[in-house]
């Protein structure tokens, strides 16, 4: 006879009764044959087509105990953030879904409702994937698909160019913190036990929920000169975007863009804002800008309601400096969230 740990796994459903069960619902359009053949087709469409992967990792990305809603949608929508960031419109996803051991299918029902629901949001079916076992941590690979008028590169800044990023920078830097906290209340740190409920609660959402700017993914085709997302922080991914154009670039720190429970932390703490321009998670689109083009862009911008804002300007030779409001350059070692 078995135990019941044996019983709990063979009441299971198989690969194809998962499949069916919870992720066929979500696969609607035409091309993707209700997720019955080995390959999809996507719709024809004008533009480039556009593609971007990326993975996470449970305990690398995300809490293992993260709600399984969110954790499907923060999948999803860090995919959006890299396809907004390129001016490309969402098409559609596939997905990879390593399950460990422990799975269950409460997490799978609560996860699929998380990624019906930014499908129905963003307007980007799924078309497709891969489900298998995996004796490690939960894994999640997404590939997603977009269309652009004119796909914007990181190398294409210009010296004069402005700098500008959507949203706010950081919180998704202290978000994380303060979502560690939530999981274990010992040792909480001066600034998080300043702040108060509403604010900690708008920075773990904003860890655990990302804002991808699909909406402003054409205005960025339409006048960016280069453009990406940042996701390994703002100080690490702008010296990427500066490197791949053979630039520098001068920020003024005070004119980056932050939340108020950001605002509130750092009165707290001053010394938090290497952490918020370093930290990563922000998945905001930085994008530089010829000075003609940024009163279009700033139009569309509003049109659109996404917030933005000119942080600096694009500069010859390769600096990238950032200046504090005293004027002095800030010194944030390699300034991003680097995984080796």
């Given at each position: 006879m078995s135990d019941a740990g044996e019983d709990v796994v063979m009441s299971r459903p198989s690969e194809d009764a998962l499949i069916s069960r919870f992720f066929a619902p979500l696969a609607t359009e035409p091309g993707a044959a209700e997720l019955?053949?080995?390959?999809?087709?996507?719709?024809?469409?004008?533009?480039?087509?556009?593609?971007?992967?990326?993975?996470?990792v449970a305990g690398v990305h995300?809490?293992?105990d993260d709600p399984p809603d969110l954790v499907a949608r923060k999948a999803l929508r860090v995919n959006l953030s890299d396809l907004a960031a390129k001016g490309a419109v969402p098409v559609g996803f596939l997905i990879g879904l390593g399950l460990p051991p422990d799975w269950t299918e409460a997490f799978l029902e609560s996860f699929a409702a998380g990624?019906?629901?930014?499908?129905?949001?963003?307007?980007?079916?799924?078309?497709?994937?891969?489900?298998?076992?995996?004796?490690?941590?939960l894994t999640l690979s997404i590939t997603a698909f977009g269309?652009?008028?004119?796909t914007v590169r990181r190398d294409g800044a210009w010296p004069g160019d402005v700098v500008v990023v959507t949203g706010t920078i950081g919180d998704g830097a202290l978000g994380l913190v303060a979502r560690g906290a939530e999981r274990a209340p010992a040792g909480v740190p001066g600034?998080?036990?300043?702040?108060d409920e509403d604010q900690r609660a708008a920075l773990c959402l904003r860890y655990l929920r990302p804002e991808p700017r699909s909406a402003l993914a054409e205005a960025v085709s339409a006048h960016a000169s280069a453009a990406m997302d940042?996701?390994?922080?703002?100080?690490?991914?702008?010296?990427?975007?500066?490197a791949a154009s053979g630039a520098g670039a001068e920020i003024d720190v005070a004119a980056v863009p932050l939340s108020p429970a950001a605002r509130a932390a750092l009165a707290s703490e001053?010394?938090?804002?290497?952490?918020?321009?370093?930290?990563?998670?922000?998945?905001?689109?930085?994008?530089?800008?010829?000075?003609?083009?940024?009163?279009?862009?700033?139009?569309?911008a509003r049109a659109a309601g996404v917030p933005v804002t000119v942080v600096?300007?694009?500069?010859?030779?390769?600096?990238?400096?950032?200046r504090a409001a005293d004027g002095k350059a800030l010194d944030l070692g390699s300034g991003r969230f680097e995984h080796f």
């Open positions: 019955t053949d080995d390959a999809a087709v996507l719709p024809a469409g004008p533009g480039e087509l556009v593609v971007t992967k990326d993975m996470l995300f809490f293992p990624l019906g629901a930014d499908i129905d949001q963003f307007g980007c079916p799924l078309f497709g994937g891969d489900t298998v076992k995996v004796p490690g941590p269309r652009a008028k004119r600034w998080l036990a300043a702040l940042i996701s390994d922080g703002f100080a690490g991914d702008l010296a990427k975007l500066a001053p010394d938090l804002i290497g952490r918020v321009l370093t930290g990563g998670d922000d998945y905001e689109i930085l994008a530089t800008i010829p000075s003609k083009a940024l009163p279009p862009f700033e139009a569309a600096g300007r694009v500069t010859p030779g390769n600096a990238v400096v950032l």
